[in-house]
């Protein structure tokens, strides 16, 4: 149920992933309601391609608090961070399933599962440039490497995945319509984004400016024109290519939108009778 839900609903798991670190972090000083800085990365799949949504979250440890203050987290509690996660997710569909079977389960799911839900957050040790490369690999990583798909008849598809938790390599074999069918389900909706920001990495946060002037050690007019630039796609891109991405290269006219369509391709399969 939870899966067929987060398919209709993926943004739940954004907001659930977010609203669980802020609430952990609130919990240190709630006058401060201190704000971490964090990046989500949905994936859809599992590492044998099955229909399995979840976060990645690459999360600051320093925050900022109401008066401007910042402050280093190295620890969060594992234990605190699992109910929360668990909290934030059952609230999130609360408010949007309002039927008693649904409540009934939730009572179901808190009686089950007594130590939360499921949270990997193991420490980094030795962080280092690698690390961060791998990191970043990792959450734009595609479906399914090539290298992963090991053998093709025309009527089978065999390919290699290591599941979590094990350091066995795992070896299956699919139709090739069945195979066709696990990749396609996983491709988003038009203009979905699947990588999102929160807390003070958001721009649009009232905290954004704050984080600039800490990270970069800008001075106050420096950094107000940095924010203003980071607020529209636009100035972004003249900023960092030096190129107005609404400008005709021919003539120089400034580029309106006017209306939008939307196109529908059909294909017609016929087969010749003989």
Not at 153 to 179: A, C, I, N, W
């Amino acid at each position: 149920m939870f899966s067929a839900f987060c398919s209709r609903n993926p943004i739940i798991l954004f907001t659930s992933a977010a609203n669980t670190i802020k609430y952990r972090f609130n919990q240190f000083n709630k006058s401060e309601d201190y704000e971490p800085g964090m990046i989500c990365v949905l994936h859809t799949f599992g590492r044998d391609l099955k229909w399995n949504p979840h976060i990645h979250m690459i999360l600051c440890e320093d925050a900022i608090g109401k008066s401007g203050t910042w402050r280093r987290f190295s620890h969060i509690n594992y234990e605190g961070l699992r109910h929360s996660w668990q909290y934030c997710v059952l609230k999130q569909m609360g408010e949007r399933i309002k039927t008693p079977e649904f409540k009934a389960l939730v009572n179901k799911l808190y009686a089950d599962h007594k130590n939360g839900f499921y949270v990997y957050a193991p420490p980094v040790k030795n962080f280092s440039t690698a690390v961060v490369n791998y990191i970043l690999r990792y959450a734009g990583r595609p479906v399914l490497a090539q290298s992963r798909i090991i053998g093709y008849d025309r009527k089978t598809v065999t390919f290699t995945y290591t599941p979590h938790g094990s350091t066995q390599v795992v070896t299956e074999t699919l139709p090739v319509f069945d195979f066709i069918k696990r990749l396609i389900i996983h491709i988003p909706e038009q203009n979905f984004r699947m990588i999102r920001y929160y807390g003070f990495y958001y721009n649009k946060n009232a905290k954004y400016a704050a984080y600039l002037k800490q990270a970069r050690k800008m001075p106050p007019l420096v950094y107000k024109r940095q924010r203003k630039i980071h607020s529209s796609w636009r100035l972004r891109m003249m900023f960092y290519f030096s190129l107005d991405p609404l400008r005709c290269i021919k003539c120089g006219a400034r580029l309106e939108l006017i209306e939008l369509y939307k196109v529908q391709f059909i294909r017609h399969f016929c087969e010749s009778k003989r």
